[in-house]
């Protein structure tokens, strides 16, 4: 029997985000030690194992009847993530999952149930839930120095895939999970549901930039049919059950883009957060108030919820921050936030903006 203050023996699934940032995370947190790793391509686990010092496999059925193994972390493109979930889940196994979490909603819905049917713990990295200014941010509005919201304004512009002869990837291909959606929009409409409410209604305007991108190796060009830009108009609604119009816009082919920035209007004040940083969200984010009739001025995060330490790859504090929570849930015996509630209100306004674009449409 395992005490309940013993760190969460964590496989991890996947390793690019989860070499780089995941591990490290895992290694720092007192409430997990990562136990063994997972990769399809055996000559890629057997480097990472050896480099990391720890056991390292690809046959995902044996990582799941290891005994040592009581929780895994998902770090892997999303095309695979929904099986990978599912057979861990059914193995009994906790997790934490990266985003998006799967293709669809109705996936991570059958996650959902799964994970409540066998009384496991499911965790999503919305780690945006993490970094001090915007949980301060979110305190401010908790707190009611907003007033009543009246517009919502979140443009996140990046220059990530921009360059057009950046290689054709399972990025490039909406059936895989790519496009900005995915790697932005999930975070984005978690953040809109966190600060304000949930989202009623959206219509949506997707458009690809770079149509075709080089495919690594064979001199050849692959078409891309997955989103590089989105703007999106929504229905938010706050806690009063009354509407918030919301505007989001998305990119990753945006040169020059100004970053990831949140202006909130409300009757008592506006409230601005952002970081102009495209290399690391979490060093130079910011935050700004106004009262009616004064002009904007910083405020600083609550010193309480400052990171115990710096990292040179600021990604790493605020999914170490996350993966605490979710061991102690875990221990605890109680539902993880964000959870897979938060990812299939998050991924159904994803899918309704591919689906309905430029509709209307009710989001219950």
Request: aromatic share 6%; proline share 8%.
């Amino acid at each position: 029997m395992r005490r309940p203050d013993a760190p969460l023996r964590v496989a991890v699934a996947g390793l690019g985000f989860g070499e780089k940032v995941i591990l490290p995370a895992l290694r720092d947190c007192p409430g997990t030690e990562p136990v063994v790793l997972w990769h399809p391509r055996p000559e890629r686990a057997a480097a990472a194992g050896q480099a990391a010092d720890l056991p390292a496999v690809h046959d995902f059925a044996a990582l799941l009847a290891n005994p040592a193994v009581e929780a895994v972390v998902i770090a892997t493109p999303p095309e695979p993530r929904f099986a990978l979930a599912r057979a861990a889940l059914e193995a009994g196994k906790h997790l934490l999952l990266e985003k998006p979490v799967a293709l669809n909603a109705g996936q991570v819905e059958e996650l959902q149930r799964l994970a409540i049917e066998r009384g496991l713990v499911a965790a999503v990295d919305f780690e945006y839930r993490a970094v001090p200014h915007v949980q301060q941010l979110a305190a401010l509005v908790a707190e009611g120095v907003l007033g009543d919201p009246w517009l919502v304004k979140f443009d996140w512009l990046m220059s990530s895939r921009a360059d057009p002869h950046r290689p054709h990837t399972w990025y490039s291909q909406a059936a895989a999970g790519g496009g900005v959606l995915g790697a932005l929009g999930t975070h984005a409409f978690d953040t809109l549901h966190w600060l304000i409410g949930p989202s009623r209604g959206l219509s949506a305007r997707l458009s690809t930039a770079i149509s075709e991108r080089p495919i690594p190796g064979s001199g050849s060009m692959g078409a891309v049919d997955a989103e590089d830009s989105a703007l999106i108009q929504l229905d938010l609604e706050d806690h009063r059950g009354r509407p918030v119009p919301a505007q989001l816009t998305l990119s990753s082919v945006a040169r020059g883009g100004r970053g990831y920035w949140i202006e909130l209007y409300g009757s008592e004040a506006t409230l601005v957060l952002g970081s102009s940083n495209q290399a690391d969200y979490v060093h130079g984010m910011q935050l700004w108030m106004a009262r009616p009739g004064e002009a904007l001025r910083p405020l600083s995060a609550d010193p309480a919820l400052a990171y115990d330490r710096t990292w040179e790859d600021g990604r790493i504090a605020p999914v170490r921050r996350l993966l605490g929570w979710w061991s102690q849930a875990v221990r605890q015996r109680r539902p993880m936030v964000p959870g897979l509630a938060e990812a299939v209100t998050s991924q159904r306004c994803c899918d309704w903006a591919r689906s309905g674009e430029g509709t209307l449409m009710g989001i219950p």
